[in-house]
């Protein structure tokens, strides 16, 4: 089944990065011998979107970490879709943990942004995970099911959305969901598609896995059959980052 998902490995540098750290990865996405069959996508803060994007080889994709729901108006600190393709950009994360936790987003806010990036254009990581209380109480597929119903419900086009599972105990803690862990999540997440979906999705759709994925660690959980590629926070700033991209290789 995994033969036909092309890996993909995103670096989510977060509100990480200053000019000259950004030309310094910059460098090691160029050096760095990227396996051609993985593709790589990396998001910058916004600020940077257009910086990144005029200096970096166009076979490596630029996505932004966020944006709104709508193309333009009054909602100040904001940014649209139609900017992003403004700037030549591909992609957008959406739903990240962060979003949701840290700044208060919610299931419905994040469909209705999953709706408005694809409408205008935008390819879109749409991630899913359960706090580690969650888990603890057994509702990780609950939870997890219930973000991704409200992706689902949004999407019209499957080709241009991939989803991330990252569990929010294992991000930026060090402590990585183990290779079953991972498998476990994804492939109940695949079945869930096949049925609320379709079996086509289901088996098209790219899953990437994300929590503290790091040089040491990738490839092991690369190897898991419903495990496409990474989402990858700390370790994508530095030249460990070309390590994870070749994890397949
Ligand atoms: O949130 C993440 C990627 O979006 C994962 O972050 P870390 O790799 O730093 O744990």
């Known amino acids: 089944m995994a033969g036909n998902r092309k890996f993909i490995v995103g670096g989510n540098w977060k509100m990480n990065g200053n000019k000259a750290s950004i030309n310094g990865i910059i460098q090691f996405l160029h050096e760095g011998e990227l396996d051609p069959s993985t593709e790589v996508v990396v998001a910058p803060p916004a600020v940077y979107l257009d910086y990144v994007r005029s200096n970096l080889d166009k076979k490596i994709g630029v996505a932004a970490q966020n944006c709104y729901k709508v193309e333009k108006g009054a909602f100040t600190g904001d940014i649209s879709p139609a900017m992003i393709k403004n700037v030549e950009c591909d992609w957008v994360i959406l739903g990240h943990s962060e979003r949701r936790h840290v700044f208060g987003e919610s299931d419905q806010l994040i469909g209705e942004k999953?709706?408005?990036?694809?409408?205008?254009?935008?390819?879109?990581?749409?991630?899913?995970?359960?706090?580690?209380?969650?888990?603890?109480?057994?509702?990780?597929?609950?939870?997890?099911?219930?973000?991704?119903?409200?992706?689902?419900?949004?999407?019209?086009?499957?080709?241009?959305?991939?989803?991330?599972?990252?569990?929010?105990?294992?991000?930026?803690?060090?402590?990585?969901?183990?290779?079953?862990?991972?498998?476990?999540?994804?492939?109940?997440?695949?079945?869930?598609?096949?049925?609320?979906v379709s079996p086509a999705v289901a088996s098209s759709v790219r899953i990437q896995y994300g929590g503290s994925v790091n040089a040491k660690n990738c490839r092991e959980l690369a190897e898991k059959e419903d495990v496409d590629g990474f989402l990858v926070g700390g370790a994508s700033l530095k030249p460990e980052f070309v390590t994870i991209v070749n994890a397949r290789k």
Request: glycine share 6%; hydrophobic share 40%.
């Open 114 to 196: 999953v709706k408005h990036a694809l409408e205008s254009g935008l390819k879109v990581i749409a991630c899913v995970g359960e706090k580690l209380d969650e888990r603890e109480a057994g509702l990780t597929e609950e939870v997890v099911f219930r973000q991704t119903k409200a992706i689902a419900d949004n999407v019209s086009d499957w080709d241009k959305v991939v989803i991330a599972y990252e569990p929010v105990w294992a991000i930026g803690t060090g402590k990585t969901a183990t290779p079953d862990q991972a498998q476990e999540v994804h492939a109940r997440l695949r079945q869930w598609l096949s049925e609320n």
